[in-house]
């Protein structure tokens, strides 16, 4: 048994641990008889099972921190991943953001944007809690809202 290791013992490979054990058991229990001279077949061997294999608790500690370390290593494999496709969202989202403004910055100009100051008068001046309306500079307009000409 000594080509499986102890982690071997609780994964897929159990059953060839099994297979080569019920193999040496077969090959040792003919030995024995041929050893006594026996000519018949004593003993039939027809399965092997594995059904409760107990290791050291250091052993098994050290299997579960290694699956643990495994886990862990594949956990941020999908992290790193996961954190790749976030940042490439983001700079399709910042192009987006960015043609957007490219598109707004040229359909703006002074003549819109004095009418907007103009609309903006307007509502401040027919609202209720509005108390002062600030008109400055020579286009009339609020100073928020003057071009600085």
């Known amino acids: 048994m000594t080509?499986?290791?102890s982690q071997e013992a609780y994964s897929d490979k159990r059953e060839l641990l099994a297979d080569e054990t019920q193999k040496r058991l077969v090959g040792r229990?003919?030995?024995?008889?041929?050893e006594r001279q026996y000519d018949g077949q004593a003993v039939a061997v027809q399965q092997v099972l594995l059904?409760?294999?107990?290791?050291?608790?250091?052993?098994?500690?050290?299997?579960e921190q290694k699956l643990a370390a495994e886990q862990e290593a594949q956990?941020?494999?999908?992290?790193l991943q996961k954190e790749t496709q976030e940042a490439e969202r983001k700079r399709i989202e910042a192009r987006?953001?960015?043609?957007?403004?490219?598109?707004?910055?040229e359909g703006i100009d002074e003549q819109l944007?004095?009418?907007?100051?103009i609309e903006a008068t307007e509502r401040l001046a027919e609202s209720q809690?509005?108390?002062?309306?600030?008109?400055?500079?020579?286009?009339?307009?609020?100073?928020?809202?003057?071009?600085g000409k």
């Open 129 to 147: 809690n509005t108390k002062i309306v600030v008109i400055g500079g020579t286009d009339g307009l609020p100073l928020i809202l003057n071009s």
């Open 96 to 105: 987006g953001i960015k043609d957007f403004q490219n598109i707004v910055r």
């Open 75 to 79: 956990r941020m494999v999908f992290v």
């Open 29 to 34: 229990i003919a030995a024995l008889l041929a």
């Open 51 to 63: 059904r409760d294999v107990k290791l050291p608790t250091q052993i098994r500690a050290s299997i």
């Open 3 to 5: 080509q499986f290791n």
């Open 113 to 117: 944007l004095r009418w907007k100051g």
